[in-house]
């Protein structure tokens, strides 16, 4: 199964695509591919 999970490092979210893989009786959880952040660490300023 594939899901994406979000991970908070230093009080920033960040987005993982992770895979479970059931070996034996056992399930494991590999991290696929990282996403990037949830948000923008740098926003734009509004333009009046």
């Known amino acids: 199964m594939v899901y994406?999970?979000?991970?908070t490092i230093s009080g920033r979210?960040?987005?993982y695509?992770?895979?479970s893989i059931r070996i034996g009786d056992?399930?494991?959880h590999k991290t696929?591919?990282?996403l990037g952040p949830?948000?923008?660490r740098y926003k734009?300023?509004?333009r009046r």
Request: hydrophobic fraction near 25%; charge should be positive; proline fraction near 5%.
């Open 44 to 46: 734009t300023k509004k």
């Open 17 to 19: 695509l992770r895979e």
């Open 13 to 15: 979210k960040y987005r």
């Open 38 to 40: 949830v948000k923008p």
């Open 26 to 28: 056992r399930v494991i």
């Open 4 to 7: 994406t999970e979000i991970k």
């Open 32 to 34: 696929v591919e990282y």
